[in-house]
């Protein structure tokens, strides 16, 4: 069987562009007699995921016509075979299908599996579709299966039941999420998926970044020994002609350290974001801290030096190695940068205030209108200059709530809010392989969020690498306060930390969107409850 696979990256809701992107795609087989059969990623049609554009009439009504005129375009060419994933409405049911159309005939099936964990939403618009039979094309007895469907432990699962009857070739169209780790996890499953059953798997991934999610492409073909004979690229897009009926050479997996998957996931999020957005560049507040550096850079790879701004906005409290950290990061990255000092702003803030203060002793209060003061200069210059702002904070401030509402958490897109501390510092190493882009002393230097005298972050927070297994054992394992103190950490700093994090859920619901890059992410991924008391439950 001879397949070409079309790892795409879609703009959700375009259905036009992605329509013509698939027109382009059979138009260049057109003069070729030869049987072809392309294949592109789940909901293709309208992108993943496309959440609550599904209740609308109108863009259910747009997937259906797209659908249409592809078939229109296929009559002319019987040689054609097209699989292709869309939204599929029948009779007041929607479906996530697999559309598989010729010169002749339109087929749909339906996806079976629909995910209701961590990210996913499915059962909110879709049905269950019923088991699927295989279709013959290109006299092969192919099965299809969309994303989930190939996850399913079941015993009696969807593939399963396809290899019960005698497929050869399965396909499997998905939107399969980036998170670190999750490439070596789909290679294991899907080698043994097609070892298992004796079968060739054929699995096209989307690519891209929508929204928080980050899809990595990375399609993969196996042979029915479960041996890999076709990769296609990793977080960019591209395509591949296969042929099944003849002998391919089999493959080592190019495998890509995490730390260099954590990059290129963040540098395209942040690519897409901002052309999906149609802003026309970013800025970032730099402090000459390792976040707000390693935003930079990121977001410099990913946009280019001419479409990033970075601003200093001293205070009384900014030692001038700080200040020069940040001009040698600029430089380094060839962006421009603009300094404000705030200095006079914040008394202005604080006079205004006085009437109200003067009897108050000073406490944080005062070190927040610092950061809302650059928070504020921040968004005025995005509106006037059309950027947006990139918020700088990583996840383990964002889980105990070491950041301020509407001062470093202002901005429209949060880079590192999935990222914990200790990995920020690896992805500063992994940006200075190439060329220095992090000043060495940014790395080496204590943290410090620079809003008092000789403040360090670790005179508020525990040493980040005992802070982040903690938050990694509470959030990503789920563990109780006493499972994790049974590890090794001290009982007290684990039960202020829990309550730190359970605290600040108010915080993090008025955050700005982040790339999710773990297997739990704030947010998007973990969605708790704000005006609510568990730490009873919890043991805290």
Not at 37 to 45: H, K, Q, R, W
Not at 437 to 450: D, R, V
Request: aromatic share 6%; charged share 20%; net charge neutral.
């Amino acid at each position: 069987m001879k397949a070409t696979i079309i790892q795409y990256n879609p703009t959700i809701g375009n259905i036009e562009k992605n329509k013509e992107h698939i027109i382009a795609s059979i138009k260049k087989y057109t003069n070729d007699p030869s049987p072809i059969l392309l294949i592109y990623p789940e909901l293709a049609i309208c992108g993943y995921p496309p959440r609550d554009l599904l209740t609308i009439p109108a863009f259910l009504s747009a997937c259906s016509s797209a659908i249409s005129e592809i078939k229109s375009i296929l009559k002319k060419s019987p040689h054609i075979t097209l699989i292709v994933g869309t939204p599929r409405l029948e009779k007041n049911n929607l479906f996530n299908s697999a559309a598989i159309i010729n010169s002749e005939s339109i087929t749909y099936i339906d996806k079976q599996k629909l995910p209701t964990y961590d990210v996913f939403d499915e059962s909110r618009y879709f049905h269950i579709g019923t088991p699927s039979k295989p279709i013959l094309i290109q006299n092969t007895k192919v099965g299809i299966v969309i994303c989930e469907d190939a996850w399913s432990k079941e015993t009696n699962n969807p593939i399963q039941n396809l290899a019960n009857q005698q497929i050869s070739t399965l396909i499997i169209l998905s939107a399969s999420p980036f998170e670190i780790s999750k490439q070596d996890t789909r290679f294991k499953l899907f080698s043994s998926i097609a070892k298992k059953n004796k079968i060739n798997v054929i699995a096209v991934n989307q690519i891209g970044a929508n929204d928080e999610l980050v899809f990595d492409g990375t399609s993969l073909v196996f042979n029915q020994d479960g041996c890999l004979i076709h990769q296609l690229a990793s977080f960019k897009e591209d395509s591949k002609n296969i042929n099944l009926t003849e002998t391919n050479k089999t493959l080592n997996p190019t495998s890509i350290p995490h730390t260099e998957q954590l990059l290129n996931a963040l540098v395209l999020g942040v690519k897409d974001y901002i052309k999906k957005c149609n802003f026309k560049g970013v800025i970032i507040g730099l402090s000459g801290g390792i976040d707000s550096a390693v935003t930079a850079a990121i977001a410099a790879k990913a946009l280019g030096k001419n479409n990033v701004l970075g601003v200093l906005m001293p205070s009384k409290f900014s030692s001038k190695g700080s200040i020069d950290d940040s001009l040698d990061l600029a430089k380094n990255l060839g962006i421009k940068t603009h300094t404000i000092p705030i200095n006079d702003i914040v008394q202005m803030y604080s006079s205004s205030l006085n009437p109200i203060f003067k009897q108050l002793k000073e406490d944080i209060t005062e070190e927040n209108i610092q950061a809302r003061t650059r928070g504020t200069l921040l968004m005025a210059i995005s509106n006037k200059l059309g950027y947006l702002v990139l918020t700088t904070g990583n996840k383990s401030e964002l889980a105990v709530g070491y950041c301020t509402l509407y001062g470093d958490m202002c901005g429209g897109l949060a880079i590192l809010s999935d990222v914990p501390k200790i990995m920020v510092y690896e992805l500063a190493n992994e940006l200075n392989k190439e060329s220095t882009m992090i000043p060495n002393n940014t790395i080496t230097k204590p943290p410090s969020a620079e809003l008092r005298p000789n403040q360090t972050d670790q005179d508020s927070l525990p040493n980040y690498s005992i802070l982040d297994d903690i938050l990694e054992k509470y959030i990503h394992q789920k563990l109780s306060q006493k499972e994790i103190v049974d590890t090794g950490h001290d009982s007290e700093l684990v039960k202020w930390v829990l309550k730190l994090v359970n605290n600040n859920e108010y915080k993090r619901r008025q955050a700005a969107p982040g790339l999710k890059v773990t297997e739990t992410a704030f947010g998007i991924g973990r969605r708790m409850p704000v005006a609510a008391n568990y730490s009873s439950i919890l043991n805290i």
